[in-house]
């Protein structure tokens, strides 16, 4: 999947703590944390951790695994949660 870059900078200067190597697992992130008020983006979340979690594997100095599980774990507990509120709304009418 070559949407994710690597972004080579001096790690002398400190900004290779700034600057996103792993934009999937970023995306999941952010993803997962917006599907928390819009149950529409748990989906996107698991994929993108996912894809991102398996590109930090193949390029460990992009990191971003911690970001990748964070889109993951809270993208799958957000859809859990978007599902049972529909299952509920759906049987009491």
């Known amino acids: 999947m070559g949407s994710a ?3 080579a900078v ?9 600057i996103p190597r792993n934009t999937l697992a970023l995306w999941a992130y ?7 008020l819009c149950g529409i983006t748990a989906i996107p979340a698991l994929i993108t ?12 100095e992009a990191r971003g695994a911690i970001h990748a599980w ?7 507990i957000a859809l859990l949660l978007f599902l049972f509120i529909l299952i509920i709304s759906i049987l009491h009418g």
């Open 49 to 60: 951790g996912i894809l991102g979690l398996r590109y930090a594997k193949q390029h460990p």
């Open 70 to 76: 964070v889109g993951i774990i809270i993208g799958g």
């Open 5 to 7: 870059q690597t972004v």
């Open 30 to 36: 952010y993803l997962g944390i917006f599907s928390l």
């Open 10 to 18: 001096d790690d002398s200067s400190g900004l290779g703590i700034l």
